[in-house]
């Protein structure tokens, strides 16, 4: 009588308790009779055949306990999760700032060089990796233990990432509440925040052309007294939103109305979070998709302004003396290395909910391209609206394209209140932003939270461990961020945002990334894994790129970042105390010790020869899952037929 794939399958699983697995890299496993069902990590250092002692050989006692991993219900919702975390701010308000910066449309030169042999590979590989070990941030290093660190630094960047970048969301939220007025409270001067100095329009090329009466614009100021005039949108931004006060020593009082914000947008990231991926792929179809509607809606609007046409001009035109710059190629590097989230984590936590076989190679390369692709795009929509607001002003339009939160908060609100029914475009902008920073949020807490729970795998008591985690992270989080809704907010979040998550941090953590899989673990030994989970090798450029060139790369940019460093200023008037310098680099440090503090505390801690503890502390552990795609010896009885009856069942 013939037996069926499942059931032939469960002899095969139980004949190999007693026989050696050897994993298409060459390493060796033993998996225990043990009731959990968990398998031994692996000893010695050697692969190939050779490197399997046979039955006889008594694993070591340490084991990897095994627990149920969720998975996405549909890949898209891996896609879409994706493109949510990695798609975000950075896209709308750093890129066509940087891209204008630095030459325009030469600045796509450097941009797609470095895509392709620093973003691409570093996306694949983390991708790839969170696939191949069904881990997080933290156990995906059992790939070789002794790097472990590299875990430990992902979770700091990506804890202090979320507590600083949900401010850009309770910023935006309140400017969308304030949308909902007849009149926006940032177009005129007449509010309590203002000061005399606050003029609603700029009458320069009449100052220039002595075309005013007395030298008087709007009665009460003179074009002497133009210079120190000042808009009522950063009077608004300045003195009613941030409340601002002259330094970072001066916290003075809390932002009721921003705080409230605050709360509200983390009540949302919350409820997107709780209850896993499952729930996460789904909210992510609107929160990664809408935005897309929204820029597409602007980009209409803006191209029927008048000036529309200079600012995109202004935009793409070639500069080509910037291409021989080492400044165009550095920003280059940290815009793509920010802008795809790489070191954070978060990717790896949203591959290990993969399938196993799941092409992440051409994932990899489809979202590299969604990303790169809506960075381009946004810049036609922003220059678009802001050549709109230049041509409005008399201006030229380099006085209003600004970075960061100048871009979003100052530059754009400024040019809807010149549009017709200004509140709904403003309504709409700030509505995009809340999204673009929503999605990325709740997924850089979701991978925070996926690290913290694989250091626990063994089931819980609690029945809501998971909701009590992402709570406890939430909160946390959250009373940080009350040192963000001060009267020196701004200054502190500027330190997060210049050291805690810098370039710096993220070029230091994809350098170490791709040495420990290309020359620890093994760069061939990896693509051989890819191969037995995608069914095909990539492209030997990926493995090349992982060895040599995106490692160059990382070191390059960041040793340049070191010796051209400049000290933190905010609005390049006020210069950070020392001791506001040493608490950023306190925050930069403690990701980036992490990694050299780990690996010195494992080797000291290890017992033997240092040939010996290197060779133990290299070795990787393997997850349970493993098992089921690990094939035996090829001189082993039987073998191909149990591959086969194997690949078929787990299919």
């Given at each position: 009588m013939e037996k069926s794939a499942s059931s032939c399958s469960l002899v095969l699983l139980e004949e190999t308790k007693k026989t050696p697995l050897l994993h298409p890299n060459g390493a060796?496993?033993?998996?225990?009779?043990?009731?959990?069902?968990?398998?031994?990590?692996?000893?010695?250092a050697g692969s190939g055949a050779g490197a399997c002692a046979g039955p006889e050989k008594k694993a070591p006692p340490a084991v990897v306990p095994y627990q149920e991993r969720e998975t996405w219900t549909r890949q898209m919702d891996f896609m879409m999760s994706c493109v949510g975390f990695a798609v975000g701010l950075g896209n709308v308000w750093r890129f066509p700032y940087l891209c204008y910066k630095n030459g325009g449309g030469v600045f796509l030169i450097p941009y797609m060089l470095i895509v392709f042999v620093g973003g691409i590979p570093v996306f694949f590989l983390e991708i790839a990796l969170g696939q191949f070990m069904k881990a997080g941030s933290i156990n995906v290093w059992n790939i070789a233990p002794l790097f472990k660190g590299l875990g430990y630094a992902s979770m700091v960047i990506v804890f202090f990432s979320n507590t600083y970048y949900i401010m850009v969301l309770a910023w935006a939220f309140y400017y969308l509440i304030k949308s909902f007025n007849s009149t926006l409270p940032w177009s005129t001067c007449d509010n309590e925040w203002n000061t005399p100095n606050c003029i609603e329009i700029f009458r320069h090329q009449d100052c220039i052309n002595g075309s005013l009466a007395n030298d008087t614009i709007n009665g009460n100021m003179t074009c002497a007294e133009l210079a120190n005039a000042r808009s009522p949108i950063i009077e608004f931004w300045e003195n009613k939103v941030l409340n601002i006060?002259?330094?970072?020593?001066?916290?003075?009082?809390?932002?009721?109305?921003?705080?409230?914000?605050?709360?509200?947008?983390?009540?949302?990231?919350?409820?997107?979070?709780?209850?896993?991926?499952?729930?996460?792929?789904?909210?992510?179809?609107?929160?990664?998709?809408?935005?897309?509607?929204?820029?597409?809606?602007?980009?209409?609007?803006?191209?029927?302004?008048?000036?529309?046409?200079?600012?995109?001009?202004?935009?793409?035109?070639?500069d080509w003396s910037k291409l021989w710059e080492a400044q165009v190629w550095i920003d280059a590097g940290t815009q793509i290395f920010f802008s795809y989230a790489i070191g954070l984590g978060a990717l790896t936590a949203l591959g290990s909910?993969?399938?196993?076989?799941?092409?992440?190679?051409?994932?990899?390369?489809?979202?590299?391209?969604?990303?790169?692709?809506?960075?381009?795009?946004?810049?036609?929509?922003?220059?678009?609206?802001?050549?709109?607001?230049?041509?409005?002003?008399?201006?030229?339009?380099?006085?209003?394209?600004?970075?960061?939160?100048?871009?979003?908060?100052?530059?754009?609100?400024?040019?809807?209140?010149l549009m017709p029914v200004a509140p709904l475009w403003?309504?709409?902008?700030?509505?995009?932003?809340?999204?673009?920073?929503?999605?990325?949020?709740?997924?850089?807490?979701?991978?925070?939270?996926?690290?913290?729970?694989?250091?626990?795998?063994?089931?819980?008591?609690?029945?809501?461990?998971?909701?009590?985690?992402?709570?406890?992270?939430?909160?946390?989080?959250?009373?940080?961020?009350?040192?963000?809704?001060?009267?020196?907010?701004?200054?502190?979040?500027?330190?997060?945002?210049?050291?805690?998550?810098?370039?710096?941090?993220?070029?230091?953590?994809?350098?170490?990334?791709?040495i420990v899989v290309a020359w620890v673990y093994g760069a061939d030994r990896f693509m051989d894994d890819v191969a037995l989970m995608i069914g095909y090798r990539p492209f030997p450029w990926i493995k090349w790129c992982w060895s040599f060139i995106t490692p160059a790369v990382c070191m390059g940019i960041f040793i340049f970042h070191l010796v051209n460093y400049k000290p933190l200023t905010y609005n390049n008037t006020y210069v950070y105390p020392w001791w506001g310098e040493v608490i950023g680099w306190c925050l930069a440090l403690s990701s980036m010790l992490c990694i050299p503090v780990s690996i010195l505390y494992k080797l000291v801690s290890a017992k033997g020869t240092f040939k010996e503890r290197w060779a133990h502390l290299t070795?990787?552990?393997?997850?349970?899952?493993?098992?089921?795609?690990?094939?035996?010896?090829?001189?082993?009885?039987?073998?191909?037929?149990?591959?086969?009856i194997i690949f078929e069942s787990v299919m």
């Open positions: 060796c496993g033993y998996p225990p009779a043990a009731s959990n069902g968990s398998l031994v990590p692996l000893t010695g006060s002259s330094g970072l020593g001066e916290t003075g009082e809390f932002n009721w109305e921003l705080m409230l914000c605050l709360i509200a947008v983390w009540v949302m990231v919350y409820f997107c979070v709780w209850k896993g991926v499952k729930s996460t792929g789904k909210i992510v179809y609107f929160t990664a998709t809408f935005p897309y509607v929204v820029l597409i809606i602007l980009l209409v609007r803006g191209v029927t302004l008048p000036g529309a046409y200079d600012g995109i001009m202004f935009y793409i035109k070639p909910y993969n399938r196993f076989n799941n092409d992440c190679y051409k994932d990899a390369f489809v979202l590299a391209m969604i990303n790169s692709g809506t960075s381009f795009f946004a810049g036609f929509v922003v220059f678009s609206i802001l050549g709109f607001m230049a041509n409005e002003q008399g201006v030229h339009i380099s006085q209003v394209a600004e970075s960061g939160p100048g871009l979003a908060f100052i530059a754009y609100p400024k040019a809807v209140t403003a309504a709409l902008f700030f509505f995009m932003l809340l999204l673009l920073g929503l999605d990325s949020q709740f997924v850089g807490v979701e991978g925070f939270v996926t690290g913290i729970l694989d250091l626990f795998p063994g089931k819980s008591q609690f029945r809501y461990k998971r909701e009590i985690s992402v709570a406890v992270c939430c909160l946390l989080c959250f009373i940080i961020d009350l040192s963000m809704v001060t009267q020196a907010g701004m200054y502190v979040f500027q330190l997060f945002d210049y050291y805690s998550a810098s370039g710096m941090s993220l070029l230091w953590q994809a350098f170490w990334e791709c070795t990787p552990v393997w997850g349970h899952h493993h098992l089921e795609y690990m094939a035996l010896p090829s001189n082993a009885p039987g073998t191909e037929e149990n591959k086969v």
